[in-house]
């Protein structure tokens, strides 16, 4: 079974960054697409950057321009570079593959003070 850990949240103020790790056993990272969902209090979960097999990458309207996603194969692990956040991008983040075929880790909080 692929566990999927995630690490890096914290508290930031507004305009600051944070890396965000998730750790995923095997090597689904290598071969699959990867994507960092996140989820803020009463909303759905939302992806907001995708990481294709191809090495192309999407972003969410909302992140593009602050966010880098970026993968180490050997490793087995998924980045998330935020910048410039926004007390909007507050929300437990998660990773997953695209589609989220894989049982969801705990996540990890990241919190933006105004």
């Known amino acids: 079974q692929v566990r999927l850990v995630e690490s890096g949240g914290g508290l930031v103020q507004a305009g600051g960054s944070l890396r965000l790790t998730c750790a995923a056993s095997g090597s689904i990272v290598r071969v699959n697409q990867m994507g960092w969902y996140r989820q803020a209090p009463g909303n759905q979960r939302e992806l907001v950057a995708l990481l294709l097999s191809t090495g192309n990458t999407n972003y969410a309207d909302s992140v593009k321009g602050r966010f880098i996603i970026a993968k180490d194969n050997a490793r087995n692990t998924v980045y998330l570079q935020m910048n410039s956040l926004k007390p909007e991008d507050t929300a437990v983040y998660y990773c997953?593959?695209?589609?989220?075929?894989?049982?969801w880790g705990q996540g990890t909080q990241v919190t933006v003070s105004s």
């Open positions: 997953n593959g695209s589609p989220a075929i894989y049982s």
